[in-house]
């Protein structure tokens, strides 16, 4: 029993941190490097490949050297690693105007954690073959420890934004990971002493206690092996789509992916447990009954009721890779071929996170990767039928479901208009449509579900079908593009302009959040939260004239709303990080702000804490940062270190205007926190629209301006603005430390 505990504790720790390692590089890096596509996907592609490396390290050091020769070779490993700890950021700059600036980045992650990363990353594998050659009555079977490896891996995921960010900065992080290495070293130590001293495991000594039932060492098939890569690379991608999708499609929430995250190694803790819950056949059987009605959810971007379909996703999500999991769990080899089979597992998530991470936003105009994963995993379900292997029947089937499905369409939405009198009325969005366009074709689709190929391309041909033919709405989609940031749609809504086929208002969406939108019969008033009687709309009003500032700078583009206020002779330059949104602010064929402005207006792509910084000191009259509505707010922009950096672009009487409004967080109190650190003058405004403003387009806003002196307010006049008030328990953001939980709206 004590070998299991010292086992059990080391491969716990072990994982733990690697979990608590990843978003601390990531704080570390958001300063230097910025938030732009290429550090995101760079650092993602660096930890998978030093994960994955670290597996292979595994594989290829145990088999070429034997158990107890190689844990004589980690051991000094381990110890010439811990000469890099604590680990911290190398000096040299960030990588505006660099060629290749991922290239930088590597390297600094590379000397920051590359080595620790490695040498813990390879722990999983190495003490659970470690474990094998011990005499424990369980080293038949050790892969019950790889429950305890992800149950560390989901207690640091919890721990971190919990625990660890809210009380420590960044730099104290460190210490605590230095100081977890060195209790991992004494843990693997202490294995190592076990292994050295314990005898062979003998035939009678395997067979005491309950051992699951593992096949004789025999060789690994190549379809085997591609079968451990499919299992292991669907739900990693599943797991990407699902979050990706909840938290711009339904739910914006920050911090949303913690949980299909927690769900997910929750997979495994249940798959590889020494007595399993539950098979993977049962898990089958249960996956159709949750897939069918998501697909119809998906098809139709349904994001109410909030609270059901977010826990329908997650509920599905959560079975779907439990089932994957459970397969593998139940064709795990024996423990001789252990660290391969772990390998191919993580060979498996990284195809499956490259897909999505890498390889959609470039493929794909629309979130495709998560209908696909869906797919996927209806084709990986063990089969039910008795007759196995594929016949033409499973490729014949799925195409007259698709057929079916384009004629259901046509028919019902587009075909009453192609009839001569024109006498029927088209069906309208609505139950009625949605039951005869993708009900029935889904139901047609679960007559297959005895065969997984069959069925799961069936539902392929479905979701193929209803985004080809958009049958989800009755607005006009006007462009869909896609981005790291994800999917920009520009849609046409409301009632028809006269004399025309245009719709009257133009709105940019990403997913439920909302980047502007542009009445036509008044192109020249910005609306939504820029309103002319909103606080954007008082504070560029009240600098105008004779009191325009000469240059403004604005971080955040959406539709381009705030270019309606330049003037002649101003100068407006926006900081955007997404060049979707830039090319679809200044196509005049979708919006005129931007085109129609009375100012000159430069576009800066980048992150705009980096941009900002390479700009002349004291060039700015007014700054207005608008990046914090969505749900993955840039922190480094609102750190104490960047609103220094801010002021001093500033001219000595300038103004710092910071909108704020966030449906799920309350950043007044963090603002509060730096003027007063800083000694800045405050003031606030929360404005929400009449019930006639919001039919023309005004939605409530809330915004923050602060300035060197509360002199530079008086333009503002009598506007009735109120100062911050204090908030308990928070503290300002720093560079160096950050707390997103302790900023949630309460009564939300």
Known sequence: MGVRIIFTLAIFLSSALLFLIQPMVARMVLPTFGGAPGVWSTSQLFFQAVLLAGY?????????????????????????????????????????????????????????????????????PVLQRWFASTSDPDAKDPYFLYSASNLGSMVALLAYPLLVEPQLRLKDQALLWA???????????????????????????????????????VPITNPQRLLWIGLAAVPSSLLLGVTNYLSTNVAPIPLLWVIPLALYLLTFIFAFAKRPLVKAS??????????????????????????????????????????????????????????????????????????????????????????????????????????????????????AVGLFAIFAIIAVRFGPTMLAHHSVAAVQAGPLRTALTIGIPVILCFIAVDRPLRFGLALGAVFFVAAILNVNTDDRVLRTDRSFFGVHRVVEYGPKMAGSDQLRFVKLVHGTTLHGIQDRMHPEIPLTYYYPNGPAGQVFKAFSGPLKKRHVALVGLGSGSLAAYGEPGQRMTFFEIDPVVRDTATNPKLFTYVSNSKAKVDIVLGDARLSLATQPDHEFGIIVLDAFSSDAIPIHLLTEEAIQMYFRKLEPDGILVIHISNRYLDLAPILYAISKDLHLANRAEEDGPTEEESQKGKTASNYVLLARDKSAFKPLGKIDWETLEPADNVRPWTDDYSNVLGVFKRND
């Open 56 to 124: 292979g390290y595994a594989h290829l050091s145990t088999k070429r050297l034997g158990v107890k020769k190689h844990l004589l070779f980690h051991l000094p490993l381990l110890l010439i690693v811990a000469v890099s700890l604590p680990f911290a950021l190398p000096g040299g700059g960030g990588a505006v105007g660099e060629a290749n600036p991922a290239l930088k980045l590597l390297k600094a992650l590379l000397l920051m954690v590359g080595p620790s990363f490695f040498a813990v990353s390879a722990g999983a």
């Open 179 to 217: 100081g977890g290495y060195g209790l991992l070293f004494l843990c693997m130590s202490v294995c190592a002493l076990i292994v050295l001293r314990s005898p062979a495991p003998t035939a009678e000594s395997s067979a005491v206690g309950e051992v699951a039932q593992i096949p004789d060492s």
């Open 282 to 399: 049962w898990l089958g059987r249960a996956l159709p009954i949750l897939i069918l009605p998501i697909s119809v959810i998906t098809i139709l971007d349904s994001a109410q009721p909030l609270i059901p379909l977010a826990a329908l996703h997650l509920i599905t999500f959560f079975v779907a890779a439990w089932m994957c999991h459970s397969r593998l769990s139940e064709s795990r080899p024996d423990p001789k071929h252990l660290t391969e089979f772990y390998f191919f597992m993580a060979l498996g998530g990284v195809i499956g996170g490259a897909f999505n991470a890498l390889a959609a936003p470039e493929i794909f105009r629309t979130l495709a990767e998560y209908p696909i994963a869906l797919v996927a995993v209806c084709m990986l379900r063990p089969s039910i039928s008795t007759r196995k292997g594929f016949d033409r029947w499973d490729a014949a089937y799925p195409f």
